[in-house]
């Protein structure tokens, strides 16, 4: 039982170069999310997807973009990275939108 | 909207000391409410939530937090504080919508403990 993956760890682009960071859970949990983490500024939500086959916008969605694959799996997408974009991102999911959110261990991301 | 005040962004103890990191809401209507803490490097885990019933609530590692309506508060408390302890706290917040809830997360507090 892993609990929430993320991939890569660690993340350098370039501006205007795209990636995407995945998010898998074994939980068989209902609702996952994508926060990002400043300093000073605690975390932030981006998105969030209360169930398969839904998502809504969070505190901070500009710049991303969000895919619900399936029930285990919710992928963060940059289309066109800015430095403002430099982070640590984190996935959480939950067994409903009620429940307790278990976090991944994070994604480093530089953008230069 | 609902918003989070950890007021101490950074406090030292020494270990056996007692501990209370403070965390203040502003929302409307009565709201969940959690401590999470994040060792270096490392996710967030939960310590304990309260949703309603009693206010004095009982987490993980020996930390209690009690939620005061009247000052939009609920501090975490630890009696004897260890060196593992050392970490960064997190308080949150999130309104009951029936739908997926929406954490607010504070600033933060980083504890440092010396031995």
């Known amino acids: 039982n892993a609990g929430v993956t993320q991939t890569p760890k660690f993340q350098v682009l370039k501006t205007g170069q795209s990636m995407t960071l995945q998010c898998a859970q074994d939980?068989?949990?209902?609702?996952m999310y994508w926060y990002r983490q400043d300093p000073g500024m605690g975390l932030r939500l981006i998105y969030y997807?209360?169930?398969?086959?839904?998502?809504d916008k969070g505190e901070v969605p500009n710049g991303y973009n969000v895919s619900r694959l399936n029930k285990r799996e919710f992928s963060l997408r940059l289309e066109s990275a800015a430095p403002s974009q430099t982070s640590v991102y984190f996935c959480?999911?939950?067994?409903?939108?009620?429940?307790?959110?278990?976090f991944g261990p994070g994604t480093r991301l530089l953008v230069l | 909207a609902q918003s989070v005040t950890q007021p101490d962004i950074h406090i030292t103890v020494s270990e056996g000391a007692s501990l209370e990191l403070r965390c203040n809401y502003s929302y409307g209507a009565t709201p969940y409410l959690f401590w999470y803490v994040q060792s270096p490097g490392q996710g967030l885990q939960l310590l304990l939530k309260?949703?309603?019933?009693?206010?004095l609530v009982q987490g993980i590692k020996g930390f209690e937090a009690e939620f005061k309506r009247s000052q939009s508060s609920f501090n975490l408390r630890k009696p004897s504080v260890h060196w593992s302890d050392a970490a960064e706290y997190f308080c949150a917040v999130a309104p009951y919508t029936g739908t997926a809830s929406k954490l607010t997360f504070g600033t933060g507090t980083r504890l440092q403990v010396t031995l």
């Open positions: 939980m068989n949990h209902n609702s």
């Open positions: 959480a999911s939950g067994k409903t939108s009620l429940e307790t959110q278990y």
């Open positions: 997807s209360a169930s398969e086959g839904t998502t």
């Open positions: 309260y949703f309603s019933g009693d206010t």
